[in-house]
């Protein structure tokens, strides 16, 4: 079963930023333990962009094996 884990990411200054943007901590979803095929299948659709939007990720990483985001 897929496992989702936040990795928190560095702090960047952003000068022109608006105040909820810049109070805001960067941050990655990473879903791992994910089957090849569904992998590609969501290569091919729009759903991780729409779900990182919704989220308000900075990026979302799919893999295969398991990682431990430390």
């Keep these: 079963m897929?496992?989702?884990?936040?990795?928190e990411l560095p702090?960047?200054?952003?000068?022109n930023a608006t105040d909820e943007?810049?109070?805001r901590a960067p941050f990655a979803l990473?879903?791992?333990q994910v089957?090849?095929?569904?992998?590609e299948r969501?290569?091919?659709s729009e759903e991780l962009s729409g779900?990182?939007?919704?989220?308000?990720?900075?990026?979302?990483l799919?893999?295969?094996?398991?990682?431990?985001?430390a």
């Design 2 to 7: 897929a496992r989702i884990q936040v990795l």
């Design 11 to 15: 702090l960047i200054d952003e000068s």
């Design 21 to 23: 943007t810049r109070l």
């Design 30 to 32: 990473v879903i791992d």
């Design 35 to 39: 089957s090849a095929e569904e992998i």
């Design 42 to 44: 969501l290569r091919k």
């Design 51 to 60: 779900f990182r939007k919704d989220c308000h990720a900075s990026a979302v």
């Design 62 to 69: 799919v893999y295969n094996g398991t990682l431990d985001v």
